[in-house]
């Protein structure tokens, strides 16, 4: 196999566990953790966002890994943290169990995804790069898919859902296994210091439209990926099937969507960068209502659980690809200061909306949400500065 083709197979595993499961798993079996702990729509707003804060806090660890050592160490640390992190959920008897474990589990995303940034401007010629990283962002799509079929077999089994994470524990471990050798194959290079003289693009104004989408798309898919299955579900589910297995059709449906996310680098070289992030975030405005105001609906949920997926993958792609273009000469810092908003994003998007959920209901916090992203839509630059997009990036 070339070293192409086993970075993005190796990537794509590392996304698909660190990123599906790992990081979406809260939100699939939220339903089933509120019987089994009790839980408080605040509480589990708390959680998510302690989950999204570990994923903001091993992505700025990821930079100092991947500078100093390579992004092979910071893979394999984040397979591990999935791996502990499903284990300990799958085991947990309180609260305090659930939400270690699930934090645990959420920070695999922020190692397993920008060292490949690196791994791919070390190893995989720049005309194969853009869809390599395509490819290894959208392994995210069948992780959601693989935890939705997952959840859809065990759903009403007793203890289930502890069979679920324990395979997903499995997962991780294989996953590991892979990436240590795809990695072992790069060029070695650790201990790079850091271009110090290009760390001010970071926050440079070119970086401004990227940094804004990333905070948008956080805030909303982050209170999305924690409720959706639970409004879903309080609302009554979906008519002619059990209760419990509308989060796994949810997810089931995410996770395809998802999937147009490999075909991300070439819709953006046919419409433009402009057309494909506005689109992309009116496929998110419609996602929102159709879940806020249609929850019970199997027509609106599919489309709006796919809608989002879509979202996910295509936005995860053009962060990866922008930043690179952006920042050169620092692949993984800047693709982890673009994470790093989008993470902040996420913390602050589950707990703002748990808490206000409880006077509002779940379904007028999502309409809420999808005003945000409407806004994403009509403030996102037209013609965004040439030096931001450049001729090859619109």
């Not at 009403?156 to 240590?180: D, Y």
């Not at 995860?316 to 800047?334: E, K, Q």
């Not at 779940?362 to 309409?367: E, G, I, K, M, Y």
């Amino acid at each position: 196999m070339s070293r192409t083709r086993l970075l993005s197979v190796g990537g794509a595993l590392a996304t698909a566990i660190a990123f599906g499961p790992a990081r979406m798993g809260f939100g699939l079996f939220l339903p089933v953790f509120r019987d089994e702990f009790a839980l408080s729509t605040s509480t589990a707003g708390l959680i998510a966002s302690s989950a999204f804060g570990g994923f903001f806090l091993a992505v700025l660890l990821t930079v100092w890994l991947v500078v100093t050592q390579g992004p092979r160490l910071a893979v394999a640390v984040g397979c591990f943290t999935a791996l502990l992190g499903t284990t300990l959920i799958a085991i947990a008897q309180n609260t305090a169990m659930l939400a270690l474990g699930t934090v645990l589990a959420a920070t695999s995303a922020g190692f397993c995804w920008s060292p490949f940034n690196d791994a791919a401007e070390r190893g995989i010629p720049l005309g194969e790069r853009e869809r390599a990283l395509s490819i290894i962002s959208t392994g995210t799509a069948g992780g959601i898919v693989g935890a939705g079929v997952m959840a859809f077999a065990v759903a009403g089994l007793e203890h289930g859902w502890r069979t679920v994470w324990l395979l997903f524990s499995l997962a991780a471990l294989i996953t590991a296994a892979v990436n240590l050798y795809a990695l072992a194959r790069l060029p070695r290079r650790g201990g790079q210091p850091v271009d110090r003289s290009a760390l001010g693009s970071l926050t440079a104004r070119p970086a401004w439209p990227l940094l804004a989408i990333a905070l948008s798309f956080g805030l909303t898919n982050g209170f999305y990926l924690s409720f959706a299955v639970d409004h879903v579900s309080q609302a009554g589910g979906l008519p002619g099937l059990a209760t419990a297995l509308a989060g796994p059709v949810l997810y089931i449906a995410l996770g395809a969507g998802g999937l147009i996310g490999f075909l991300t680098a070439d819709v953006k070289a046919r419409i433009g960068l402009t057309a494909l992030v506005r689109g992309i975030f009116a496929c998110s405005l419609v996602s929102l209502l159709l879940l806020g105001w249609l929850p019970t609906h199997w027509s609106a949920l599919l489309i709006s659980a796919a809608l989002q997926g879509a979202c996910i993958m295509v936005l995860s792609a053009i962060f990866s690809f922008w930043s690179s273009y952006l920042h050169p000469t620092l692949p993984t810092v800047g693709f982890t200061a673009t994470l790093a908003v989008f993470a902040l994003g996420n913390i602050v998007g589950p707990a703002l909306g748990g808490f206000a959920a409880q006077p509002l209901g779940l379904a007028t916090t999502f309409v809420a949400n999808a005003g945000l992203s409407l806004a994403t839509i009509l403030l996102f630059p037209g013609k965004p500065r040439r030096e931001a997009l450049g001729d090859t990036m619109d």
